[in-house]
């Protein structure tokens, strides 16, 4: 993998020319009220006296303090909890042959974006590394009008029909009495929705496995769920679904991790993500798009239609078509990333939509819930949702309208104005829908073809490693745990008996049911894609944790941070106090963290170093504490000369992934390919 090409300066692009019109800065300036007007003072109240009752006529106080009053907006009903990047896409190839969206005609065009990242079921204030579904926004400013593409990290979701989702999040989000539990579905509302809802129990199955508690936004798989059209400038169709597939390979936490981690930095991916920019590791991901001719609707033994199933790559092979990388931060969040709008209606020619369900509800709700939750019809207009592309129509006024309208005519059909603004054909660039033939009567129904609720659960669960298995048993295990119906509890087992015998058997004994009768259906097909374990790996982004104090060897120890960060691996030096550790040929070293700021659970690895420190023994306390927790984790450890006497020895463990310098010329090297392989699930 070639690290240099991630530290490219950023190159300007159009969308952030045009932000740059809205941003302000007020540093150095004299300050005014809203109006313009300059103050004179900013501290006190206007009073009847120095001790006297404050005055109705203090209109600069009314303003700063309604202001304030009005200052948040409504939080999103889902997704309330995110964050977000700017960035850009290069196209790869050209993609004409199948769609005549402008963006994708060449390669090597760049199109500026801005993403939104974002958990599901908390609420603004809970924490990121929580067990959930993880979404990502990007919308592209192509120029024929924005292009959001919205994406979930799993490849299936949990209803078929967009009727059901205000049920599934009903029951998903905080219970009604007492707004609890927030950032969790681990209570009996979910769990009872799961077990009477067949269709949900695919994707609560991808939400217990790893898949649930990503690492970071910047290793992020995800996948469009919906079934989309590519049409091409012939006017032919063909079904499409997209993925991101980030170039750093898919990587997750253990469920203690995630646990532990919410409390010690609940921001924990947003701040991964801000830090990865500002250090020039721009996160990259490539999409890769997934095509099945209109002809080939019925080949599969699955509906393609179902947004609660995926298409196996190893069925339907995934074709790279651009890369996405995120290279600069927002400069404020609430106009940035609050007020960021998607929509997958949003789209221009080549791109149209297919009769999944789930896709032709979503089609009409978020409008509707966007202008809700921004005050305005008019929210188009704002900065970050802004096209760059002109756009021109008959709509007119509205709360918040920015643009000055100055013709009179508003209307469609007109010779006062020519009959401007006026379409245009198909051959200019005008959107025509997909001319699909359709014929039925009126029903509310669904598809036979969507009921096989456990085919694609088995195979997913096939295709996990023993080890991914076990976390999923444990994730199931936890959450069911916490439901206090023991019919809801019996319910679900009785349910995952269907993808597995032996695990539902497991989970049944762990949280205090009956064992449950029947068995999984007989399905021995694995796919090596659903695997985690078949990602790519890394060192590069890394996060190393060095454990150091005085008198340490100066020339072993710059030597191998040198080569950690010409790896491109992020190192931190960690010491009792801030300030610098001093080696014992006087080679300083800046200390970042210590021990009582920072956490082994915020490493990816350590680097054991030891050395002499003012209280010897909280020194080594708080380094065996460091090195147990991540032994305990599999994460992988390097040791220096001066490092050995921390590491205990003994029958029980069989040093996996510990990397010693004693006598091994090659330590960096080793120790860099350790940290690239992540856990060591074989240590004991």
Not at 366 to 372: D, G, M, S
Request: hydrophobic share 30%; aromatic share 10%.
């Amino acid at each position: 993998m070639d690290e240099s090409r991630h530290n490219k300066p950023l190159n300007e692009n159009k969308k952030q020319e045009q932000l740059d019109q809205y941003r302000i800065k007020n540093t150095g300036k004299p300050m005014t009220t809203d109006e313009g007007k300059k103050r004179s003072q900013d501290q006190d109240q206007l009073k009847a006296g120095v001790r006297g009752p404050s005055l109705r006529q203090d209109y600069e106080f009314f303003e700063k303090m309604g202001h304030f009053g009005n200052e948040e907006i409504p939080e999103r009903v889902v997704h309330a909890r995110g964050y977000s990047a700017h960035g850009e896409f290069e196209t790869y190839e050209s993609m004409k042959h199948v769609t005549k969206a402008g963006f994708l005609q060449e390669a090597g065009k760049k199109t500026p974006l801005t993403v939104r990242f974002s958990t599901v079921q908390g609420s603004r204030g809970s924490y990121d590394t929580a067990r959930d579904l993880r979404c990502l926004g990007v919308k592209l400013y192509t120029e024929e009008g924005n292009v959001d593409l919205t994406t979930i990290a799993m490849p299936v979701l949990i209803n078929q029909d967009a009727m059901k989702f205000p049920d599934a999040m009903h029951a998903y989000q905080s219970k009604q009495d007492d707004d609890i539990p927030t950032a969790s579905g681990a209570h009996d509302l979910f769990w009872d929705y799961v077990a009477n809802n067949h269709e949900a129990l695919h994707m609560v199955e991808w939400i217990m496995s790893d898949r649930g508690i990503l690492k970071n936004y910047r290793v992020m798989e995800s996948w469009s769920i919906n079934t989309y059209l590519f049409v091409n400038e012939q006017g032919k169709a063909t079904f499409m679904r997209y993925i991101w597939k980030p170039v750093l390979g898919v990587q997750s936490l253990m469920q203690d991790e995630a646990l532990t981690i919410g409390g010690l930095d609940p921001d924990y991916h947003r701040r991964d993500l801000r830090q990865a920019i500002d250090n020039g590791a721009y996160p990259e991901y490539e999409l890769s798009v997934q095509l099945i001719p209109l002809e080939d609707e019925f080949k599969y033994d699955f509906d393609i239609l179902d947004a609660s199933k995926f298409w196996p790559e190893e069925i339907i092979p995934p074709q790279i078509i651009g890369k996405m990388r995120l290279n600069k931060n927002i400069e404020n969040y609430h106009t940035e990333s609050e007020q960021v709008a998607f929509n997958p209606a949003n789209v221009v020619p080549g791109i149209d939509f297919s009769n999944d369900p789930v896709l032709q509800g979503r089609l009409m709700a978020y409008r509707e819930t966007q202008q809700h939750r921004l005050g305005s019809a008019n929210y188009h207009e704002l900065p970050i949702n802004k096209p760059l592309c002109p756009f021109h129509n008959n709509q007119r006024r509205g709360v918040m309208r920015e643009r000055i309208d100055v013709d009179q005519v508003n209307y469609h059909q007109n010779s006062l104005a020519n009959n401007t603004p006026y379409t245009v054909s198909p051959e200019e660039g005008g959107y025509q829908s997909y001319p699909e033939k359709v014929e039925g009567y009126k029903i509310r129904a669904r598809s036979d073809s969507f009921k096989d609720y456990y085919t694609q659960p088995r195979i997913f669960w096939n295709s996990l490693t023993p080890i991914e298995k076990q976390h999923t048993i444990e994730g199931f295990s936890y959450q069911l745990g916490k439901v206090e119906s023991e019919s809801v509890r019996q319910q679900n087992v009785n349910q995952l008996v269907n993808i597995d015998k032996e695990m539902a058997c497991i989970i049944a004994e762990n949280i205090g049911v009956d064992q449950p009768s029947g068995s999984n259906v007989p399905v021995s097909t694995s796919y090596p894609s659903l695997s985690q374990a078949n990602t790519p790996k890394y060192a590069y982004t890394q996060k190393v944790g060095v454990l150091i104090g005085n008198g340490f060897n100066g020339n072993e120890v710059t030597s191998v941070l040198n080569y950690l960060q010409e790896c491109g691996v992020f190192i931190e030096i960690v010491s009792e106090q801030l300030g610098t550790v001093t080696s014992a040929d006087g080679t300083k070293l800046k200390v970042d963290a210590t021990f009582l700021t920072m956490s082994p659970y915020l490493y990816d690895a350590l680097y054991v170093v030891g050395g002499s420190s003012k209280n010897e023994d909280k020194f080594s306390q708080d380094i065996m504490t460091y090195v147990s927790q991540a032994y305990k984790h599999y994460k992988p450890i390097g040791v220096a000369t001066t490092g050995e006497s921390y590491i205990q020895k003994s029958n029980k463990n069989n040093f996996a992934g510990v990397v010693f310098a004693e006598t091994n010329s090659d330590f960096g090297e080793d120790f860099v390919s350790a940290i690239a392989q992540q856990r060591f699930w074989d240590r004991k």
